[in-house]
């Protein structure tokens, strides 16, 4: 089996700056820790999309060579890198320090914790023409309440390639007493998002959004609302190791899930084929 896991963060503290970092997450993980994590995770042949992890804005291009770096040893096979979009300016500096860093295949800028509105404005919709003429994507880390506002970017810029993160941050409440997750407002806007083509969403992110430990049962409906929403075409598998674990729990609740779901095709597309086409994966 072969994975390509489209949603990895690693970071050193010691490297870079993380203000966000805190509690068992402020700690180095790089290579050392992830050979730990998949140890426990199905026997495959792994590929990692490196997603930007937020470190101090102004070492952004310092994290993309910090990453590509230990690509050889990872397996990293793509680097997600960090753009300041809302900045038409600046944004075009780093898409041209980024042209010359062949693992780059996309941008991030955060924006769960932005207002509505924010990919709204001119100066963004500037920024996202730009990345799309780059050829590069754009991951979209938003939590399901703007999802509307992924539709309406997506409807503007039609010439670009979004990345839905960790399906839109839905609620999903506690193993014990998980919510609901057809027939919810999340369901609803994930399913208007789905019918722009120029969209994809990753499989990612739930265990970081469930209150405390978590279980596959409580997990799975929220994958199951995505699969009918995207099929198997337009989902990727993705950890986002270390928010997000364990790892191999993780994994084996997708591949398990897949295994009920869909043919040995669509297995192979969530699980690495549609993470090589989307970045363009060399």
């Not at 693992?103 to 932005?114: C, F, I, K, W």
């Not at 994507?137 to 999802?147: E, I, K």
């Not at 609803?188 to 265990?207: H, T, Y």
């Amino acid at each position: 089996m072969r994975v390509v896991d489209a949603h990895l963060h690693l970071w050193d503290p010691a490297v870079l700056s993380y203000d966000w970092l805190e509690g068992p997450l402020l700690r180095s993980f790089g290579p050392a820790e992830l050979d730990t994590a998949i140890a426990e995770a199905p026997d495959a042949a792994y590929g990692f999309v490196f997603v930007q992890a937020e470190c101090a804005p102004e070492q952004s291009l310092a994290e993309v060579d910090w990453v590509a770096a230990l690509a050889g040893r990872v397996g990293v096979r793509g680097i997600v890198a960090r753009a300041p979009l809302e900045d038409p300016e600046a944004t075009r500096e780093h898409l041209a320090a980024y042209a010359d860093r062949p693992l780059v295949v996309g941008v991030r800028r955060l924006l769960q914790s932005e207002p509505a509105g924010f990919s709204a404005t001119p100066g963004f919709r500037e920024s996202a023409r730009a990345v799309a003429s780059a050829g590069l994507v754009f991951d979209a880390c938003v939590r399901w309440t703007q999802l509307p506002d992924m539709v309406e970017l997506a409807d503007a810029v039609p010439e670009l390639t979004i990345v839905l993160d960790h399906l839109g941050k839905p609620e999903v409440g506690s193993a014990e007493a998980p919510d609901p997750a057809d027939g919810t407002p999340w369901a609803q806007s994930l399913r208007d998002l789905a019918r722009r083509p120029n969209v994809v969403c990753k499989l990612s992110g739930l265990p970081a959004e469930a209150q405390g430990s978590w279980a596959a049962a409580q997990l799975t409906p929220f994958l199951d609302v995505a699969l009918d929403a995207f099929g198997p075409g337009r989902l990727l598998f993705g950890s986002d190791w270390p928010v997000s674990g364990p790892y191999g729990r993780w994994a084996e609740t997708v591949t398990t899930w897949l295994d009920e779901r869909v043919g040995e095709h669509g297995r192979h597309s969530v699980l690495a084929g549609n993470a090589e086409r989307v970045y363009r994966l060399a």
